[in-house]
């Protein structure tokens, strides 16, 4: 029980800063997809934000099996759904390690952000 304001640094204070999912989500989708306005300056520029990838109309269905699509396969593992990496080919990068359960929490995380604007002229083309 806090008696006062959290403490800077503490969990209880980590656990004010972020929605229920959104820390999960950064850890492990973060590296390469901006997730929130909290890192505004994160992902990689060539890949969809999360508020993007709200625009499209399956997106949930991609989120659900988003390991299956390139380049996730190499370096994702799915506990109880995807094979271990062979041991002569390892990722290439760190790897993602997720249960159905934190998965699950990933994509209800997902269905708490705004889609993008993207305008009225915008087609994907």
Same mark, same amino acid.
């Given at each position: 029980? $806090?008696?006062? =304001? =959290?403490?800077?640094?503490?969990?209880?204070?980590?656990?004010?800063?972020?929605?229920?999912?959104?820390?999960?989500? *950064?850890?492990?989708?973060?590296?390469?997809? #901006? !997730?929130?306005? #909290?890192?505004? *300056?994160?992902?990689?520029?060539?890949? =969809?934000?999360?508020? !993007? *990838?709200? +625009? %499209?109309?399956? %997106?949930?269905?991609? *989120? #659900?099996?988003? %390991?299956?699509?390139? =380049?996730?396969?190499?370096?994702?593992?799915?506990?109880? !759904?995807?094979?271990?990496?062979?041991?002569?080919?390892?990722?290439?990068?760190?790897?993602?390690?997720? +249960?159905?359960?934190?998965?699950?929490?990933?994509?209800?995380?997902?269905?708490?952000?705004?889609?993008?604007?993207?305008?009225?002229? %915008?087609? $994907?083309?």
């Amino acid at each position: 029980m $806090l008696l006062g =304001p =959290p403490v800077l640094g503490s969990p209880e204070a980590a656990a004010q800063d972020y929605a229920p999912g959104e820390k999960l989500t *950064m850890i492990n989708c973060g590296r390469c997809h #901006k !997730v929130s306005e #909290k890192d505004r *300056m994160g992902g990689i520029g060539s890949t =969809p934000s999360f508020a !993007v *990838m709200r +625009t %499209w109309d399956n %997106w949930e269905e991609k *989120m #659900k099996a988003f %390991w299956t699509y390139r =380049p996730h396969p190499s370096f994702t593992q799915i506990e109880g !759904v995807t094979e271990p990496f062979p041991e002569d080919r390892p990722p290439f990068v760190h790897p993602i390690s997720l +249960t159905l359960d934190e998965l699950r929490v990933i994509i209800d995380y997902a269905r708490s952000i705004e889609p993008a604007d993207l305008g009225p002229d %915008w087609e $994907l083309r």
